[in-house]
């Protein structure tokens, strides 16, 4: 298996444009999970999903960050407008009771610098 | 609240030194999972280790060694005979137990150095 890959690994753009990163989770697994990694904050969950159907969102910051999961493989998280301070790694991890319950494998992470 | 608290923000030891990794955390749940994640320099986090709140017995694999006390919410970490390869930032993590997905939630990492 490939392992989860997430696109793209590195993104720069400008204040107010829209951010979309991409995540296809390894195949069979039924959970996927959304973090931000920041030197301030560190390790943020931003929302999670559990057989495509979004669980927890109270960690997406505000509304300008929105997440999707239209089926088992393949899930968006978009940012827009961007800010600066939206500038991270954002990792794309999945899980599934088979492979060990919690267990994440988590994917290379997309690296987004917002000018 | 569930919470994870890694005081050691960073440290620095000489290769073949033992190192001990503290992790301690906060829940209201009596069964749950705790979890350790390596992140070297290359970027990508992972899975080292997986242990369940109702079995307290320590763990060992090579060189790697988790020590989990219920009575004081700790789940340690120790390196034996560190390694240059061992230098990465290390995450404890919490999760509950019986929810098929779960909010797993991370402490703030200790950097680990290892000095040749």
């Known amino acids: 298996d490939a392992g989860v890959i997430q696109s793209p690994r590195h993104e720069v753009t400008e204040m107010g444009q829209e951010v979309t990163l991409r995540c296809k989770p390894i195949?069979?697994?039924?959970?996927l999970f959304w973090y931000r990694q920041t030197m301030m904050r560190g390790l943020e969950l931003l929302i999670y999903?559990?057989?495509?159907?979004?669980?927890?969102d109270s960690g997406m910051p505000e509304d300008r960050f929105s997440a999707k999961m239209p089926n088992a493989s393949f899930s968006t998280l978009k940012i827009q407008p961007s800010e600066p301070r939206d500038s991270a790694v954002y990792f794309c991890?999945?899980?599934?009771?088979?492979?060990?319950?919690?267990?994440?494998?988590f994917g290379a992470g997309s690296r987004l610098t917002v000018l | 609240a569930q919470k994870v608290t890694q005081a050691q923000t960073e440290i620095s030891v000489v290769e073949k030194e033992d190192v001990t990794l503290d992790c301690v955390y906060e829940?209201?749940?009596?069964?749950?999972?705790l979890f350790w994640y390596k992140q070297p320099p290359s970027g990508e986090l992972v899975f080292l280790i997986r242990r369940n709140s109702f079995d307290e017995q320590n763990e060992i694999s090579g060189r790697y060694s988790w020590n989990f006390q219920k009575s004081t919410s700790s789940f340690n970490f120790t390196i034996t005979a560190s390694q240059v390869v061992d230098s990465a930032v290390y995450f404890c993590a919490l999760s509950d137990f019986y929810s098929s997905a779960s909010k797993i939630i991370f402490g703030s990492g200790t950097r680990l150095s290892i000095r040749p």
């Open positions: 991890a999945s899980s599934s009771i088979r492979a060990g319950a919690n267990v994440l494998t």
């Open positions: 829940t209201r749940d009596t069964t749950y999972y």
């Open positions: 195949s069979g697994h039924n959970s």
């Open positions: 999903f559990n057989n495509n159907v979004p669980i927890d």
